[in-house]
């Protein structure tokens, strides 16, 4: 399961709005960095038939099945520390060590 956070289904919905179209967004990974695999986020304007979809907060996440169990139980959040240090953040569960710069992670 994927969930959402309030903040993150907001911030999701505005950048939909503003690109006019799309059915949610698409998280997956793929292998990267010093310590294995890094997020990929995307838009999702056709679902894929690999595609198990979650829906939290009125927001849709596709995730291909390939990705599922390196992000299963992950909540997706939106936080702003100042206007230049915003973005979403990944707390998932699976995650057993991460690189120093925070770009990677391992499971």
Known sequence: MISITESAARHI??????RGHGL?????VKKSGCTGFMYVVDYVDEAGDADQVYEDHGI????????LDFLDGTEIN?????ILNQGLEFN?????NQCGCGESFGV
């Open 13 to 18: 919905r505005q950048q939909l709005d503003k």
């Open 24 to 28: 949610g967004m698409r998280l997956g």
């Open 60 to 67: 849709k996440v596709f995730v291909d099945r390939s990705s």
């Open 78 to 82: 939106f936080v702003r520390n100042n």
């Open 92 to 96: 998932n569960p699976n995650v057993k």
